[in-house]
T-cell receptor, first 116, second 113 residues
Framework: KAGVTQTPRYLIKTRGQQVTLSCSPI?????VSWYQQTPGQGLQFLFE???????NKGNFPGRFSGRQFSNSRSEMNVSTLELGDSALYLC???????????????FGEGSWLTVV | KNQVEQSPQSLIILEGKNCTLQ??????????LRWYKQDTGRGPVSLTI?????NTKSNGRYTATLDADTKQSSLHITASQLSDSASYIC????????????FGGGTRLMVKP
């Protein structure tokens, strides 16, 4: 079956702009979580959605937001981009909650965002 | 503060040799610990998931151990192959804020022929 699909794979934005990233989870998965990965900070949890509701949120400013649609597809938005937002943004899907130990999280290939 | 520390940061070994990667965490309360392999430019892939009651879990040539008392985990790679070259990330689930995922900084492993 198809894996987690993220679009776009690469994008370049200017400081102050906003960006929307898209994630299509594995069919049947209801949980979608988002992560930021940078060389300096490593992987950091952004938020998790389950059945269109945000269930967990990491320590990121309000400029980072997301939503999940009824078909489980999810979008992540970053407004007023800063240079420090340059990162690999990873989306992951799972059948149930991301933290559930009986539950494998499957990651997409990520969206590489460069802010100039 | 919930933290996950991995060591070493990077490691170079010869093909066929074994190696052990370390993960120490302060996440409390603890739910589970996962090891992921991430190839350069790709998303992480799950290797093992362990709960409080599990001491060891294997996935092929990868064996993870967990000591929940000392809050330490290790990932042992046996008979390394060139394809093992990747970053290995330790992830701990738990904490007071509703089972957050806390990631270690990863160990970058390079296997040389």
């Amino acid at each position: 079956k198809a894996g987690v699909t993220q679009t776009p794979r690469y994008l370049i934005k200017t400081r102050g702009q906003q960006v929307t990233l898209s994630c299509s989870p594995i069919s049947g998965h209801r949980s979608v979580s988002w992560y930021q990965q940078t060389p300096g900070q490593g992987l950091q949890f952004l938020f998790e959605y389950f059945s269109e509701t945000q269930r967990n949120k990491g320590n990121f400013p309000g400029r980072f937001s997301g939503r999940q649609f009824s078909n489980s597809r999810s979008e992540m938005n970053v407004s007023t981009l800063e240079l420090g937002d340059s990162a690999l943004y990873l989306c992951a899907s799972s059948l149930v909650a991301a933290w559930d130990p009986g539950n494998t999280i499957y990651f997409g290939e990520g969206s590489w965002l460069t802010v100039v | 503060k919930n933290q996950v520390e991995q060591s070493p940061q990077s490691l170079i070994i010869l093909e066929g040799k074994n190696c052990t990667l370390q993960c120490n965490y302060t996440v409390s309360p603890f739910s589970n610990l996962r090891w992921y392999k991430q190839d350069t430019g790709r998303g992480p892939v799950s290797l093992t998931i362990m709960t409080f009651s599990e001491n060891t879990k294997s996935n092929g040539r990868y064996t993870a151990t967990l000591d929940a008392d000392t809050k330490q985990s290790s990932l042992h790679i046996t008979a390394s192959q060139l394809s093992d070259s990747a970053s290995y990330i330790c992830v701990v689930s738990g904490g007071n804020a509703g089972n957050m995922l806390t990631f270690g900084g990863g160990t970058r492993l390079m296997v040389k022929p």
